[in-house]
């Protein structure tokens, strides 16, 4: 079973700031099985990132993803007020079962 | 636009089965993608439970496999999840989802959930 170790546990930052969230992986896992998510309190869980570095559709250029080994990483480039929420990364596809990260909760300081 | 909706009892007693209905509407079941079923225990993170494509090609969570069964409905364009002998650790909400699985493995509808509790 592939855990997925999402750090840190709760990311406190002001609007504007710059968030770096790290997700990594108990064992190597194709690039094109990471999925970023961001859930919102009382909503769905939304998806930003895909293949690990690949916005989806209408998710703004400031959300990036990259990749590197086991270690995968979210950068919001300058934090605005409605990204505050909880993210998830998931590996899908890689062997079962299909497992999410725990959560980073990124919170306004 | 892909349009996602769980339907199913919000209340189930303990050793009983939990049943979901997931009706998709802005596309067809047929045409390809998988679908999915996740849950989220009450402030608790995400867990996926099981996926299928409309051929009947199912993937498990191996710690639900013996309790879950997935089936697809391609007349009505809807999918479910029953969920049998179940505890008050399977109270949670529950999302229905779509899943891309091609070059790329990605959940990108989802369902607005169901909280289903488990309570006597």
């Known amino acids: 079973e592939i855990v997925l170790t999402q750090s840190p546990g709760t990311l406190s930052l002001s609007p504007g700031e710059r968030a770096t969230l790290s997700c990594r992986a108990s064992q190597t896992i194709s690039a094109s099985y990471l999925a970023w998510y961001q859930q919102k309190p009382g909503q769905a869980p939304r998806l930003l990132i895909y293949g690990a570095s690949r916005r989806a559709t209408g998710i703004p250029d400031r959300f990036s993803g990259s990749a590197s080994g086991t270690d995968f990483t979210l950068s919001i480039s300058r934090l605005e007020p409605e990204d505050f929420a909880v993210y998830y990364c998931q590996q899908y596809g890689s062997s079962l079962p299909y497992s999410f990260g725990q959560g980073t909760k990124l919170e306004i300081k | 636009q892909v349009q996602l909706q769980e339907s199913g009892p919000a209340l189930v007693k303990p050793s009983e089965t939990l049943s979901l209905t997931c009706a998709v509407s802005?596309?067809?079941?047929?045409?390809?993608?998988?679908w999915g079923w996740i849950r989220q225990p009450p402030g608790k993170g995400l867990e996926w439970i099981a996926s299928m494509f409309h051929d009947g090609a199912t993937d498990y969570n191996p710690s639900l496999k013996s309790r879950v069964t997935i089936s697809v409905d391609t007349s009505k364009n809807q999918f479910s999840l029953r969920l049998s002998s179940v505890t008050a650790a399977d109270t949670a909400v529950y999302y229905c989802v779509r899943v891309a699985q091609l070059v790329y493995y990605y959940l990108d509808y989802w369902g607005q959930g169901a909280l289903v509790t488990v309570s006597s």
């Open positions: 802005g596309y067809s079941i047929n045409s390809g993608f998988y």
